[in-house]
């Protein structure tokens, strides 16, 4: 079974300059999550997909930061404008259902200057 | 507030030897709580899962044990190998209808050496 798929792995830009990330679940998971993790802590939800519908969205700085998951499978997260402080992993996560065993991606990491 | 606190925060031991890693919480009511390994350069991984009710369960050398009276968990590794090297997140889901969540801790960092 394919694990979830995320790119790029790496990414480096200046701040003020925008930036997308790509994740593919795992296939006939309904729940997929982005979780952004900064160095030295645990992984903080940016916002949680049922389907393509948005369950939580709570912290995720809606100014900068967006995403969606249309037709309820791939998923993307935009930053724009990066801050410095946005530097950080952003993983993706998948489950069969809310509540359910999570599996995560690779990750991107990202670095703003 | 619902927070999970892991200590401690690195760990650097040789190989072969045990280590246990602690994991203390404040969520209440609890549905599962989870023990995730996460190399470096890469996303978490489910090492074990228990519901409030489970005392403990094991995967090969990971054996980790949870009492919900005093909110605390551990993860014991046993016969430690260099391939242990890695971060270990505890992740505890609240018991709430509707919108699920996951309250992740810090993660502990261990450094397993030759």
């Known amino acids: 079974e394919a694990g979830v798929a995320q790119s790029p792995r790496y990414k480096i830009i200046e701040k003020r300059q925008s930036v997308a990330f790509w994740c593919n679940p795992i296939s006939g998971h309904a729940t997929l999550y982005w979780y952004q993790q900064i160095l030295g802590q645990g992984p903080k939800l940016l916002i949680q997909f049922q389907n393509n519908g948005v369950v939580d969205d709570s912290q995720l700085p809606k100014d900068r930061f967006s995403a969606e998951r249309l037709k309820g499978v791939d998923s993307t997260l935009k930053i724009q404008p990066a801050k410095l402080e946005d530097s950080a992993v952003y993983l993706c996560?998948?489950?069969?259902?809310?509540?359910?065993?999570?599996?995560f991606g690779p990750g991107t990491r990202l670095t703003v200057l | 507030k619902n927070q999970v606190e892991q200590s401690p925060q690195s760990l650097i031991i040789l190989e072969g030897k045990n280590c246990t890693l602690q994991?203390?919480?404040?969520?209440?009511?609890?549905?599962?709580l989870r023990w995730y390994k996460q190399d470096t350069g890469r996303g978490p991984v489910s090492l074990t899962i228990m519901t409030f009710s489970e005392n403990t369960k094991s995967n090969g050398r990971y054996t980790a044990t949870l009492d919900a009276d005093t909110k605390q968990s551990s993860l014991h590794i046993t016969a430690s190998q260099l391939s242990d090297s890695a971060s270990y997140i505890c992740v505890v889901s609240p018991a709430t209808s509707g919108t699920y969540k996951y309250i992740f801790g810090t993660g502990t960092r261990l450094k397993v050496l030759a």
């Open positions: 996560a998948s489950s069969t259902r809310g509540g359910g065993e999570q599996f």
């Open positions: 994991c203390n919480y404040t969520v209440s009511p609890f549905s599962n």
